[in-house]
Structure formats: C-alpha cells, structure tokens
C-alpha cells in the first residue's frame, strides 16, 4: 500500500547546513513513464552543497527537496512504464529529490540493481563510478603506462578512478589534503602519494616524474589547483577539469596554455545522453566490481535526519570515500 506521506530533506532558503530540514511530504503518484521508489540510500554529493547555497541550480523554485542519487526499491509504476514493476531494484543518478524516503523518477533514468549487489554499494558508485569510469575510458582513454595524477585520491571519484586507470595499466599519483587520508588512496592503489593542502604540488609531481610531469590530470577540487595541475603536465597532456561547484579557475588565456596541452571538461549529459548508454556503463561497471577488478568506495552513512551533519562533514574535507543518507525507516 503507498504511504500518504512521507518524510523528505527541504531547503525553503539557500544558505548553510541548516537550511536541510526534515519534513512530511504528501506522497505522489506515478503517472506516465513515473515510477514512484522507496529510497534505501541517498547518495550525498558535493553538487548538493552547491545546490543548498544557491551557487548551482539557481532557477530552482523554493522550497524543494535535494539530493540526485539514490538506490531503492520500486513501490509503484505510472501507466506507460513497460520495463519495471513493483518491488524491483533500481539505482538512479540525477533524480532531484533522492533526500527522501520516496521519490518519483522517470522510467528512463532508472538503473536495474543485480540481487547480489546491496543498495548501499549501488548508491554510492552511481554518480562517482559513471563519472570515474567516463573520465579514464572515454573521456581521456588511459594507455598502458600512463602517468596520472588524481586529486582527491580519497573521496569517492579519487578512489573509483585510481582503480580504473590500474585496471587500465596506468599508474597513480594520488593527491590528498591531510595525513589521514593517505591510507584509503594507497589502498584503492596509487602507487605515490602526495599530502598537499594549499595547491603547490607541481614540484613533486615533477620530481616523482624525473621531470617529465604526467599524461593526464584529473582534477574536480577546484580554482586552488588549477595552475599547479597544468604545470604538472607534460607535453600534450590532458587536464580533465570537473567539479564546478568547488570554483571555477579564473579566466585563460589559450594562447598562454604551456607545452601544447588540452584541457577539458566533462559533463554527465553529454556522456550518458540516454538510457542505452547508461545501462551500458553501469553493466560494466556492475561488472568489474563483481569480479573485484574494482570496490566499490567505503561508506558513511547518515539518518535522513541528520543531512546537516553529512553536508558539514562533507564541507571539512575530512570525510573519506562516500556518504549516504538512509531514511530512518523502512516499512
């Protein structure tokens, strides 16, 4: 039976963590292509903070429910749904709302989850392991003996991407902002390590490169990093930018861009433009972590009401690997 209400995360104004409020929402129906889930895991992403204080999303109309990611299972189909039914399992990446207990999502968006794999794991690879696996197959294609620098090698993408450049015979300097976070990068399989905290690490990039800087830097931490992630490259590198809500570098003049490099920046929609393609990574993807060929990032997890302490603990750069919110109750 499908709940008259339920509890969902509200921002009625942009601002800080405490903007995120729990409150009841009337349940809606599925009409059409909808298909109405009961959320298991909600994933937490740096896109909701920029989306909390207004910097991203802007023209959204207050209040609304946050949060793009999630995993649950289906309570309910619109009439024109032909590929789902209630009680399968489904994992979804930028469905506005997944701060919820329910939420509503198109058909078409919606990702089956294999019965071997937990809500949980599928939650927390489905914005960072579509990206990562797009930024070193598709997007910059690492080749067997690549040098690379990953950013953030402890979070969520950092992690997920070291092990898909391994699985692709690359090899990983990983950057982290403090001692602490050392140890998840190692183990997710960067061969260095570097510990940096205010943006100058082109030096050592350098010099645990002989020189020669890298093939391709993966960079979504922001305007702090920019100079010294194009200084790490070597001639025709590649830097992949991403991240926004974490601050744009500051204006480029191309013509000043050193040592014949190209820089880009990815974006999900032009990567996974409809649901054949992402039904096609997310099977590879579901693939390798199945085989182990890569893990899925360790978890954090947060009761739906606490989404305030998750964003805080996000904002600190202290966190390692994923957070999900799980709503506090599953009837």
Not at 309 to 323: E, F, I, M, N, P
Request: charged share 15%; net charge neutral; no cysteine.
């Amino acid at each position: 039976m499908q709940l008259l209400s339920h509890q969902s995360i509200v921002i009625a104004a942009h601002g800080g963590p405490d903007r995120l409020e729990l409150s009841s929402l009337p349940t809606p129906s599925p009409r059409g292509s909808e298909v109405l889930v009961r959320v298991a895991a909600a994933g937490v992403n740096f896109m909701d903070v920029g989306v909390r204080t207004g910097q991203l999303w802007k023209d959204t109309t207050l209040p609304f429910v946050p949060g793009v990611e999630g995993s649950g299972d289906v309570v309910a189909v619109g009439p024109d749904v032909t590929s789902l039914k209630a009680g399968d399992r489904v994992a979804w990446v930028y469905v506005q709302g997944s701060y919820s207990e329910m939420v509503i999502a198109p058909e078409a968006v919606l990702v089956p989850v294999p019965g071997w794999m937990s809500h949980q794991v599928a939650a927390s690879i489905m914005m960072q392991g579509v990206t990562a696996s797009h930024f070193a197959n598709q997007f910059y294609p690492v080749q067997r003996e690549d040098v690379t620098l990953v950013h953030a090698a402890a979070g969520g993408v950092g992690q997920l991407l070291t092990q898909i450049i391994k699985s692709r015979g690359g090899t990983v300097i990983g950057r982290v902002s403090h001692e602490g976070k050392v140890g998840p990068a190692r183990a997710a399989g960067a061969d260095h390590i570097i510990v940096d905290v205010d943006g100058t690490f082109a030096a050592q990039v350098m010099d645990l490169t002989g020189g020669q800087g890298v093939h391709a830097v993966f960079d979504g931490s922001g305007a702090t990093t920019f100079a010294d992630s194009l200084a790490s490259l070597r001639r025709h590198g590649t830097l992949v930018y991403y991240g926004p809500v974490l601050g744009s570098p500051p204006p480029i003049d191309i013509a000043r861009l050193p040592r014949s490099i190209k820089l880009g920046f990815p974006t999900f929609n032009d990567h996974i433009p409809d649901r054949v393609s992402l039904l096609a990574v997310t099977a590879r993807l579901f693939a390798q972590i199945q085989t182990n060929e890569i893990k899925a990032p360790p978890v954090t997890t947060y009761p739906l009401r606490q989404a305030q302490q998750a964003h805080l603990d996000l904002q600190s750069r202290r966190s390692v690997g994923k957070l999900l919110l799980v709503p506090d109750t599953k009837s």
